[in-house]
Nanobody, 124 residues
Framework: QVQLGESGGGLVQAGDSLRLSCAASLRALSMYDVAWFRQAPGKEREFVAA????????YYADSAKGRFAISRDNAKNTVYLQMNSLKPEDTAVYSC?????????????????WGQGTQVTVSS
């Protein structure tokens, strides 16, 4: 199995940028499809972005397209989520998730391993 840990969250103002990191231990993250999800208070968990283990495919929620970018550095065993032009509605706990392979990269139930999450708060 793989263990995941997120970092990089914080309190920022609207229009600022943040880069979240999802670091893996115990196993090489290169073996897994990885995604970012977020959950705001009182709302369901929602998909943000995903990247395949082969680098060939990336997926984004409509709310993330043009503002967020997912990438991976297998040498550092880390997946990143670069978030630009942040909005107050981006405020949530962001979690990364991994699975050996999934045909449903935008669905939370498609992932086996989860990190504990990192809080992102965007003030207006």
């Amino acid at each position: 199995q793989v263990q995941l840990g997120e970092s990089g969250g914080g309190l920022v103002q609207a229009g600022d940028s943040l880069r979240l990191s999802c670091a893996a231990s115990l196993r090489a993250l290169s073996m897994y499809d990885v995604a970012w999800f977020r959950q705001a208070p009182g709302k369901e968990r929602e998909f943000v972005a995903a990247i395949s283990r082969t680098f060939t495919n990336t997926y984004y929620a409509d709310s993330a397209k043009g503002r967020f970018a997912i990438s991976r550095d297998n040498a550092k065993n880390t997946v990143y989520l670069q978030m630009n032009s942040l909005k107050p509605e981006d405020t949530a706990v962001y979690s990364c998730a991994a699975v050996y392979s999934t045909r449903n990269p935008t669905t939370p139930t498609g992932y086996d391993y989860w990190g504990q999450g990192t809080q992102v708060t965007v003030s207006s």
